[in-house]
């Protein structure tokens, strides 16, 4: 295999080539990530209006597992899960659930979720998954997006500086902590998928 082929996502090396089978594999895998973003929230450390938990990084993951097309369908789903009722976002079902907990405090992070799943799978599918500078590069405007994202809205909702105190500031080590962690494993599992195809 080439070096061209671990260039591309991880799970592309997986799909079947074509047909119904190369779907069904595609919508497990859908389901399987909304599946871990579920559960990856109820991973949290009560902060405030906006807690901490995992889901950051299992964005990033699956964005540089699945790349564009699949990471933003995985986070779309998710979305669309939370819209319609189902208990996956943090603090479901006791803080809200649907419509209305999107347009609570946590709105603009989740919105930001989709965002990061689409710069980190564009990187990924341009072959910057093999680099572990582009790669953490990629993922760092990515987390920097989401962030600017999640504030302005909770800006909006409690003001700049609570927001600032609440939805930014305890987050800023966590989450470089995350896009450190998740380029390096996503590096390295490249690296050894690339031997192991060699």
Do not use: C, H
């Not at 938990?53 to 699945?66: D, G, K, P, R, Y």
């Not at 979720?113 to 799978?121: E, H, K, N, Y």
């Not at 582009?134 to 405007?141: D, H, I, P, R, S």
């Amino acid at each position: 295999m080439s070096s061209n082929a671990v260039a591309r996502p991880l799970v592309s090396l997986a799909l079947p080539q074509g047909g119904a089978a190369r779907l069904v594999v595609q919508a497990a895998l859908v389901i399987g990530g909304t599946l871990l973003l579920a559960l990856s929230a109820t991973a949290k450390v009560v902060l405030g209006p906006v807690d901490m938990s995992l889901q950051t990084l299992v964005v990033l993951l699956i964005a540089a597992t699945f790349g564009f097309r699949l990471g933003v369908a995985t986070l779309l789903a998710y979305l669309a899960e939370g819209a319609a009722g189902m208990p996956v976002f943090q603090g479901t079902p006791e803080k809200g659930i649907g419509l209305a907990y999107m347009i609570g405090p946590t709105g603009g992070y989740l919105a930001g979720f989709l965002v990061m799943a689409a710069i980190v799978g564009w990187a990924v599918d341009q072959g910057w998954g093999k680099n572990l500078i582009k790669l953490g590069g990629a993922m760092l405007v990515a987390e920097l997006v989401m962030m600017v994202m999640g504030f302005a809205w909770l800006a909006y909702l409690i003001g700049i500086d609570k927001s600032w105190q609440f939805g930014v500031a305890p987050f800023i080590v966590p989450d470089l902590i995350k896009v450190a962690l998740a380029a390096a494993v996503m590096v390295a599992a490249g690296s050894v998928v690339g031997r192991a195809a060699r």
